[in-house]
């Protein structure tokens, strides 16, 4: 049974990568994500200046998924360089940057394009004001950012979109005219949790992002309409707990997929998890690898 899948001239082990978030600050924690099953990582997102992040409480957990604010903590991309030196990695390492301009972006590549074997641009995080989805809500900011990137680096390039916006596809197309490799979606959810006695929100940033099982149908439509309308690969996230998850996303046109709420909530086994369940379920409808089940539920033809 065929798990490997091929995107953007990259070879992963299976559909499964560590998305990022909170689980992916270290290359100890990439490592032991590929070790537990992972096909491939997507490192927590890196700026140009270190950043701290807010102060604590910065993750709220919910029955049916977490709301976080953490703030885009990171060592910036010298303490980047400086952490991984010395490592070797024997699978795809994805790494996420943000800026608050294309040219920011653009810098960001050119640095750490020696250590990186693809790039996820973060245009969507929902709570670092002048970042993220204050950048990606508008498709023109998302054509100048991809734009900006492509012209200085060859190597792929994933945008991450906002589901906080009227229309997803349109910022899929932007991503797509501007020459990205791919689009990855969903990121987080604008929420927010509210403490009843102190009468006040929760988080210290008052406001944050919603992950986990209770945003797949969000992020499983979200795939399902980019799927139908780019040509360019999509890379689902949202929600995903459970191999039957990881086929609903295949089904709805996902050619890879990235887990991370559920790392935080089931533990790292859920990589191994996840894959042997997909290969059972290929196993058992009669399809040879992971490539044959991607889109057939929005009425593509074998």
């Known amino acids: 049974m065929k798990l ?51 102060n604590n409480p910065t993750i709220v957990e919910l029955p049916c998924g977490l709301i976080n604010a953490m703030g885009l903590p990171n060592p910036g991309w010298k303490g980047f360089l400086e952490m991984v030196d010395g ?6 390492l994805i790494v996420s940057i943000f800026g608050g301009t294309p040219e920011e972006f653009a810098f960001l590549v050119e640095k750490l394009g020696d250590v990186a074997d693809a790039f996820e641009l973060n245009l969507s995080c929902p709570h670092a004001k002048g970042y993220g989805m204050e950048i990606g809500q508008r498709p023109e900011n998302v054509y100048d950012v991809v734009k900006a990137v492509k012209d200085a680096t060859d190597k792929p390039v ?21 020459g990205a490799d791919a689009v990855s979606a969903i990121n987080t959810l604008k929420a927010i949790a509210i403490d009843i006695y102190a009468r006040k929100p929760i988080l210290s940033n008052n406001v944050g992002g919603y992950s986990g099982p209770g945003v797949k149908p ?48 089931r533990g790292w086994k859920v990589f191994g998890e996840i894959s042997e369940g ?4 290929l196993e058992e409808e009669g399809f040879s690898s992971v490539k044959d089940i991607v889109g057939l539920a929005s009425g593509r033809e074998l």
């Open 4 to 54: 490997e899948v091929e995107l953007f001239g990259l070879k992963f082990g299976n559909p499964l990568i560590l998305a990022s978030g909170i689980d992916d600050k270290t290359p100890e924690q990439w490592i032991r994500a590929h070790e537990e099953g992972a096909g491939g990582v997507v490192t927590k997102s890196i700026g140009i200046e270190p950043r701290k992040g807010y």
């Open 278 to 281: 997909i290969e059972r379920y």
């Open 218 to 265: 969000v992020a499983l439509r979200a795939v399902y309409d980019l799927a139908k309308t780019l040509s360019i690969p999509v890379i689902g996230i949202g929600g995903i707990t459970t191999w039957r998850d990881a086929v609903e996303f295949l089904l709805a046109g996902a050619s890879a997929l990235q887990i991370g709420t559920a790392v935080s909530l």
């Open 87 to 92: 490592y070797k990695f024997d699978f795809p």
């Open 158 to 178: 994933i945008a991450k979109l906002t589901p906080n916006t009227d229309d997803i596809t349109k910022l899929g197309i932007a991503a797509e005219k501007a």
